[in-house]
């Protein structure tokens, strides 16, 4: 099993829809959780954390479940230039040590 | 600050030669992450380093691959002899805390 999975899509949304991403991971005792965003033939950039409570960053939404081992991404209202590759990412060393792991991604293209 | 710099950014060469990549991480940043991405396997981990002490080359292919960061402003991977199959996107990274900055990639072909 991989350590983090996520469907590959792609997803095709028209501009304006709600669109959400869902991650699995497989080590309980990973402590901090991302999501990157890559552009075509770009490097990975962080498009946020995932914090225990959930949080919020405009039009974007991240939550995690810890008992479920599950992270979620929500993208409302999306538009044109959401479209992108968007990766889960888990830091799975206790006590953190920056070591991350990145799911394959899911692929969003927002069309008009 | 320039952030993660990269070079050369393209790379084709034949199979057999020598290929040698190069990072400059930004400035503060005490670790270095070295990534391979594909269509098939995506983005790999491939070694890192912290304070230039290099602590994880587990995703390290094969003996082909070796990887130095002589001072904390440049890392070196190395694959000698390269084959076809490490072409590829080659990602350098570093962080401080806990976001992970990367560079704009190599991207090498090996005919």
């Known amino acids: 099993r991989k350590e983090v999975e996520q469907d590959p899509g792609p997803f095709n949304v028209p501009e304006g829809a709600t669109v959400a991403f869902n991650c699995t991971y497989s080590n309980s005792a990973s402590q901090s959780f991302f999501w990157y965003r890559q552009d075509c033939r770009k490097e990975p950039k962080l498009l946020m954390s995932v914090y225990s409570s959930g949080n919020e960053d405009g039009r974007f939404t991240a939550q995690l479940n810890r008992a479920s081992q599950y992270i979620s991404l929500l993208i409302r209202d999306s538009k044109l230039s959401d479209s992108a590759t968007y990766l889960c990412v888990v830091n799975s060393l206790p006590g953190g040590g920056n070591k991350l792991t990145f799911g394959t991604g899911t692929q969003l293209k927002v069309e008009l | 600050d320039a952030g993660v710099i990269q070079s050369p950014r393209h790379e084709v060469t034949e199979m057999g030669q020598e290929v040698t990549l190069r990072c400059k991480p930004i400035?503060?940043?005490?670790?270095l992450f070295w990534y391979r991405q594909t269509m098939m396997r995506g983005l790999e981990l491939l070694i890192y380093?912290?304070?230039?002490?290099?602590?994880?080359d587990s995703g390290m292919p094969e003996d082909r691959f070796s990887a130095k960061m002589p001072n904390a402003s440049f890392s070196t991977l190395k694959i000698q002899p390269s084959e076809p199959r490490d072409s590829a996107v080659y990602f350098c990274a570093s962080s401080h805390i806990n976001e992970q900055f990367f560079g704009p990639g190599t991207r090498l072909t090996v005919l």
């Open positions: 380093f912290n304070n230039n002490v290099p602590i994880d």
């Open positions: 400035s503060g940043h005490d670790y």
